[in-house]
């Protein structure tokens, strides 16, 4: 199975070129490509070690490539660090979700990014446009958290997702790398995120999805893409394989 093509008349978002990164005598990724189209979930599958933190770590900045290129909506691009990528429209969410437990849901939205008011001339966080701000977005995504005064820490592990994937959506994310989302919910929760998922694919979102949980990878996402030991062996359509094919790929059976 080889590099799929490009749905007729889409044009990627994303395009990774023969990214390569050795990290002193590990070669960790040997010349992966990857094509993301708008409204499309892109599954990275492999075990421990096959490369995918890797390869999301470099799309999203925080490690260099030591060879290849990587385009964003058309443009060659290289991010010195995570906030640049953010600028650009890459949010990653990985699997500790990066939230502050001790403030609400208002102030992990804008995390980073507080705005400012001036009061007397002197200037203050402005924490009640925080607030309202992440009410509208938890709302247009159907996110039903009743009391955002709360600390983060007190809401249940499919809320704490689905506030992470709220904060990506506010600051207006074109792609979105999702890191074992499901890891560690119950099934109801499991379910209001792949929920979220479908919506955030029908708004022209481009995905890229990572989890052990072939269940969720069949029943989300639009292609597969395999990796073992650093380099990608296979990539198809999820409609068109089964997890046997990709367990096959997985570990070289």
Known sequence: MGQM????????LLEAENLSKRFGGVHALKG????????EV??????????KSTLIKIISGVHHADGGSLRYAGKEMKFDNPHQARDCGIETIYQDLALADNLDVGANVFLGREPVRRIFGLPMVDRR????????TL????IHIHRLSSPIGSLSGGQRQSVAIGRAIHWKARV?????????????????????????????????FISHNLIDIFQVSDRIMVLRRGSKVGEV????TNPDEIVRLMVGG
């Open 5 to 12: 093509d490009s749905v007729v008349g889409s044009s990627p």
């Open 32 to 39: 992966v490509s990857l094509t993301l189209l708008p409204s």
């Open 42 to 51: 892109l599954a990275l599958a492999g075990d421990n070690g096959a490369g």
């Open 129 to 136: 446009l925080m607030r309202e701000e992440a009410e509208k």
């Open 139 to 142: 709302r247009a995504l159907d």
């Open 176 to 208: 979105l790398i999702m890191d074992e989302p499901t890891a560690a919910l119950g099934v109801p929760e499991q379910r209001k995120v792949m929920e979220l998922i479908a919506n955030l694919k029908g708004s022209g979102v481009g995905i890229i």
């Open 237 to 240: 359509r999820t409609s068109e």
